[in-house]
């Protein structure tokens, strides 16, 4: 029988998906600074609820990510193995797609992008706990960063996956 | 009589029933062959003269946890005779189901920091029932692409036996080259294993096995 979090993790990846899609999509419309008034519009309640719950499905995510030493896979550079994401840039700058396989720059690019997306959860978490005061304009400019990221982040991921789609199809 | 570990980390259980074949050929040859999940906290690989790792395909990649635990006992596994096969759907494809023509054992091997000595690809199962929606609809797609069964009732396996009765067969001549841990002691089990010739075995077609490079 595989452990929970393996069994768990490719429905918390679907989930996650959603739940960033949405934030991502609907940011432009966000209008919180100091706090969450109760004229906040439905958007504005929506993203910080949706936010919240994202919280958990990272931390759970992270943890099925990083057990039993996968860290290594997704944070090479943390165990500085730098080796792999060195491999994979010599072989773009000679027109070759990275691997699929290991500690390389596919990898690297998902760890990134989770780390952005805690960054980006807890920041926002805090400032739901903590509106109202300057730590929370302090914690909103660190999460529109931190979100921003995420999105460029999010981007190299989806490039990732297309490049790694193309490898699956042509077999 | 050597002790020989049978490593899986299987998606569907295809890596799992191709160990178990080479185990029961192990165990007609006289060898105790022990399957265990790649992932089983509580087998310890340095407690046998050889290991055997079998490692299935999805989306494209083995499974994180193959690299990791090639990484964490690379000193165990290069200190005694050792064999490592790849399942995919790719290979059964004719130029693509060998060690030296599988892309997939080929990235596997370009990763990983331990070189067996002897390498093998089989064909996997596909098996539409058994997928998630996305993953079902996905392979359709791959295998329509590829010109491969794309009804959603198809259950069929790829796997040629006898060819992984001839690895079970190397694998035996593999560990026959080595001396015993229990027979040799602790510290020669720590030393590097001498390098193994594999005997051809009569009944294994060649291509499907081949040394590793």
């Given at each position: 029988?595989k452990?929970?979090?393996?069994?768990?993790?490719?429905?918390?990846?679907?989930?996650?998906?959603?739940a960033?899609l949405?934030?991502?999509?609907?940011?432009?419309?966000?209008?919180?600074?100091?706090?969450?008034?109760?004229q906040?519009g439905?958007?504005?309640?929506?993203?910080?609820?949706v936010?919240?719950?994202?919280?958990?499905?990272?931390?759970v995510?992270?943890?099925?990510?990083?057990q039993?030493?996968?860290?290594?896979t997704?944070?090479?550079w943390?165990?500085?193995?730098w080796?792999?994401i060195?491999?994979?840039?010599?072989?773009?700058?000679?027109?070759e797609?990275?691997?699929?396989?290991?500690?390389?720059?596919?990898?690297?690019i998902?760890?990134?992008?989770?780390?952005?997306?805690?960054?980006?959860?807890?920041?926002?978490?805090?400032?739901?706990?903590?509106?109202?005061g300057?730590?929370?304009?302090?914690?909103?400019?660190?999460?529109?960063?931190a979100?921003?990221?995420f999105a460029?982040?999010?981007?190299?991921?989806?490039l990732?996956?297309?490049?790694?789609?193309?490898?699956?199809?042509?077999? | 009589?050597?002790?020989?570990?049978?490593?899986y980390?299987?998606?569907?259980g295809?890596s799992r029933?191709?160990?178990?074949?080479?185990?029961?050929?192990?165990?007609?040859?006289?060898?105790?062959?022990?399957?265990?999940?790649?992932?089983?906290?509580?087998?310890?690989?340095?407690?046998?003269?050889?290991?055997?790792?079998?490692?299935?395909?999805?989306?494209?990649?083995?499974?994180?946890?193959?690299?990791?635990?090639?990484?964490?006992?690379?000193a165990?596994?290069?200190?005694?005779?050792?064999?490592?096969?790849?399942?995919?759907?790719v290979a059964?494809k004719p130029?693509?189901?060998?060690?030296?023509?599988?892309?997939?054992?080929?990235?596997?091997l370009a990763q990983?920091p331990?070189?067996?000595?002897?390498?093998?690809?089989?064909a996997?199962?596909?098996?539409?029932?058994r997928?998630?929606?996305?993953?079902?609809?996905?392979?359709?797609?791959?295998?329509?692409v590829?010109?491969g069964?794309?009804?959603?009732?198809?259950?069929?396996?790829?796997?040629?036996?006898?060819e992984v009765?001839g690895?079970?067969?190397?694998?035996?001549?593999l560990v026959?080259?080595?001396?015993?841990?229990?027979?040799?002691?602790?510290?020669?089990?720590?030393?590097?294993?001498?390098?193994?010739a594999?005997?051809a075995?009569?009944?294994?077609?060649?291509?499907?096995?081949?040394?590793a490079?």
């Amino acid at each position: 029988m595989k452990p929970l979090l393996e069994r768990l993790s490719g429905r918390l990846h679907a989930l996650l998906a959603a739940a960033c899609l949405w934030l991502l999509v609907s940011s432009p419309w966000v209008g919180l600074y100091r706090e969450l008034t109760a004229q906040a519009g439905w958007v504005n309640l929506a993203h910080a609820g949706v936010g919240l719950l994202t919280l958990p499905l990272v931390l759970v995510y992270l943890r099925a990510c990083t057990q039993g030493g996968l860290w290594r896979t997704y944070f090479p550079w943390l165990a500085g193995q730098w080796s792999g994401i060195g491999r994979d840039l010599r072989g773009m700058a000679r027109g070759e797609r990275p691997m699929n396989e290991g500690a390389g720059l596919f990898a690297a690019i998902e760890g990134l992008l989770l780390l952005a997306l805690l960054v980006t959860a807890v920041t926002g978490a805090l400032w739901l706990l903590l509106q109202g005061g300057q730590a929370a304009v302090l914690l909103r400019a660190v999460h529109i960063v931190a979100a921003q990221a995420f999105a460029v982040t999010l981007g190299a991921h989806v490039l990732a996956v297309s490049l790694h789609l193309v490898d699956l199809v042509r077999g | 009589m050597a002790t020989i570990l049978l490593l899986y980390s299987s998606v569907y259980g295809q890596s799992r029933r191709i160990c178990e074949r080479i185990a029961a050929r192990l165990g007609e040859r006289g060898e105790r062959a022990t399957v265990a999940a790649l992932t089983d906290p509580a087998l310890d690989p340095s407690a046998f003269d050889a290991i055997v790792v079998g490692a299935s395909i999805k989306h494209g990649k083995h499974h994180p946890t193959v690299l990791e635990y090639l990484r964490r006992h690379r000193a165990v596994l290069q200190s005694r005779p050792g064999a490592l096969f790849s399942v995919n759907l790719v290979a059964r494809k004719p130029a693509k189901n060998t060690p030296q023509t599988n892309p997939y054992l080929k990235a596997l091997l370009a990763q990983s920091p331990w070189q067996p000595q002897l390498t093998g690809v089989f064909a996997g199962e596909l098996d539409y029932a058994r997928y998630g929606a996305v993953d079902k609809q996905l392979m359709r797609f791959v295998m329509w692409v590829n010109r491969g069964p794309t009804d959603p009732r198809t259950r069929v396996s790829f796997t040629n036996w006898d060819e992984v009765d001839g690895f079970a067969g190397q694998v035996a001549e593999l560990v026959r080259g080595a001396p015993s841990v229990a027979a040799a002691g602790p510290a020669a089990a720590a030393a590097p294993a001498a390098p193994a010739a594999v005997a051809a075995d009569p009944r294994a077609p060649a291509p499907e096995l081949a040394p590793a490079r």
